[in-house]
């Protein structure tokens, strides 16, 4: 996926937000219980793309995605939708994507370039970290290890959270044109 030697990822779709939706009710309990993780911040530039930081991406999807053991939440914890950090070895796709989230926001990146986001896989509701950068989307999912550019998953993309709020989500109203590569 990296081309030429400064590391510029090949150019993805970017994702465009639509008006405020509703938030995943496993969410919106999430943020009650962690309040420091869902709120306002400010919004930076989409992260531009180094060797470095597309290696950073790779490495915390593929060692999310082996350290964790797919178990559903009523399974766990006895409950339709428990959002939280998985602390048991075990967990389904939000609480993959909330311990890759955290990792990346301690390793440097920005809450407003790590959405949480919510699409259809096959009519099944699943949700997906898509990372903002300066080539576009990316989505970082716990079925596979390849970090895919938005328009190569397959996925009915429905809402994420907005990027100035993470306590709030916005309606996914279609992909903006191609971005233009550096």
């Keep these: 996926m990296l081309a030429g030697s400064v590391g510029i990822v090949e150019a993805a779709q970017r994702l465009s937000a639509g008006g405020a939706t509703s938030i995943p ?7 009650q219980r962690n309040p420091g993780q869902c709120g306002a911040h400010r919004v930076l530039h989409p992260v531009a793309m180094t060797s ?8 915390v999807n593929r060692s999310v995605n ?7 939440d009523f399974d766990i914890y006895g409950k339709r939708d428990y959002w939280t950090l998985p602390t048991k070895g075990m967990g389904d796709c939000e609480d993959y994507v909330l311990l890759k989230r955290a990792k990346l926001l301690a390793s440097g990146f920005s809450a407003s370039q790590l959405l949480i986001t919510m699409v259809r896989n096959g009519g099944e509701a699943h949700i997906v970290l898509t990372v ?8 970082l999912d716990n079925l596979r290890n390849e970090i895919l550019p938005v328009e190569k998953t397959g996925y009915h993309y429905v809402k994420m ?11 996914i109203s279609g992909r903006a044109a191609k971005i233009a590569s550096n």
């Design 161 to 171: 959270q907005a990027e100035n709020n993470s306590g709030r989500w916005v309606a």
């Design 66 to 72: 082996a350290a964790i053991k797919p178990k559903s």
């Design 52 to 59: 470095a930081r597309w290696k950073k991406l790779q490495r």
């Design 132 to 139: 903002r950068t300066a080539n576009g989307d990316f989505i």
């Design 25 to 31: 009710y496993g969410h919106m309990e999430f943020c």
